[in-house]
């Protein structure tokens, strides 16, 4: 459920140092602070944070690219994950990228609880990228949030896979 005590604002500098932080707890493969950086330096993207008592609790990282955003990164503080932190992250983004806006990602299949969280706020898994992660070889579980996967369609999906029958 999401913790109404949470705090949502524009993720700045200052704020990448307790970023990196999170960031080496959460990821085997960690963004490093240049990655950040320049994500930051982007003028169209939306880079969100979410603090608890002042500290930095988890941020998302949100670009456009082709008329499709892309959820580039996502983690929550490991001692205050299962609060509602990434839900009210995620919810912000989809606020601040409004109604019909279409938003991709890639995750581990691995990665349950991501998964977990993505379904709940309207992601379909479309697809998969072999060998996408470098560390393991994983392959990437490519998910999108559309118009169609709010109606639990593919349809309006670049080359979804293949849709059993209804
Ligand atoms: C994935 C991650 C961002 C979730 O953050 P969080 O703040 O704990 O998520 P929330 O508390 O908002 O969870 C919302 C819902 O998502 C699902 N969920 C989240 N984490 C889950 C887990 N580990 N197992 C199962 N379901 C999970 C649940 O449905 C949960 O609702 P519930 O707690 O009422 O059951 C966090 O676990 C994390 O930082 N992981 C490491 C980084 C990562 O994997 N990022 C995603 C890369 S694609």
């Known amino acids: 459920m999401t ?76 001692d205050l994950r299962r609060t509602g932190m990434a839900s009210a992250l995620i919810e912000a983004l989809i606020h601040e990228l409004g109604p019909g806006s279409r938003l991709t990602l890639e995750v581990r299949p691995s990665n349950d609880g991501a998964i977990a969280l993505y379904e709940r706020y309207g992601f379909l898994a479309a697809g998969r990228r072999k060998r996408y992660y470098q560390d393991n070889g994983e392959d990437a579980l490519i998910m999108w949030r559309t118009p169609a996967t709010l109606d639990g369609r593919l349809d309006d999906v670049p080359n979804p896979w293949p849709q059993p029958e209804s």
């Not at 602070?33 to 969100?48: I, P, R």
């Not at 499709?68 to 990164?73: I, K």
Request: aromatic share 10%; glycine share 4%.
């Open 3 to 78: 913790d109404t005590a949470v705090d949502i604002q524009r993720l700045t500098y200052a704020d990448l140092v307790q970023v990196i932080a999170i960031e080496r707890r959460a990821f085997a493969a960690p963004w490093s602070l240049a990655m950040f950086v320049l994500e930051l330096s982007k003028s169209g993207g939306h880079c969100l944070v979410a603090r608890r008592d002042e500290r930095v609790a988890g941020y998302v990282i949100c670009s456009p690219f082709d008329e499709v955003w892309h959820l580039m990164n996502i983690a929550v503080d490991p």
